[in-house]
Nanobody, 128 residues
């Protein structure tokens, strides 16, 4: 299995940018589709986007498309989430997750159940 640790969370002003990173250890990182989710207090965990095994393809939820960018570096075993134009409603705990689903269709790998491996989360707070 793979172990995931997020970093880079913090406090940012509305309109600002923040970059999160997720470091993986254990099994071969490039075996996993990697996703990013977030969970705000009292809300369900929300899919944000994912990236295929090679890093050549990404898929985003409509809520973050154009503002968030996912990338990965298989040589460094990391996946990143670059966020811009942040708003207070983006405040949440952000999670990276790994999926072993054997598909090339990223848009079908968007629910929590598709991801077997999760990080502990990192808090992002956007002040108004």
């Amino acid at each position: 299995q793979v172990q995931l640790v997020e970093s880079g969370g913090g406090l940012v002003q509305a309109g600002g940018s923040l970059s999160l990173s997720c470091a993986a250890s254990g099994r071969t990182f490039s075996n996993y589709i990697m996703g990013w989710f977030r969970q705000a207090p009292g809300k369900e965990r929300e899919f944000l986007g994912n990236i295929n095994r090679s890093g050549g393809s990404t898929y985003y939820a409509d809520s973050v498309k154009g503002r968030f960018t996912i990338s990965r570096d298989n040589a460094k075993n990391t996946v990143n989430l670059q966020m811009s134009s942040l708003q207070p409603e983006d405040t949440a705990v952000y999670y990276c997750a790994g999926s072993t689903k054997s598909t090339f269709l990223l848009h079908v790998v968007t629910n929590r159940a598709s991801y077997a491996y999760w990080g502990q989360g990192t808090q992002v707070t956007v002040s108004s």
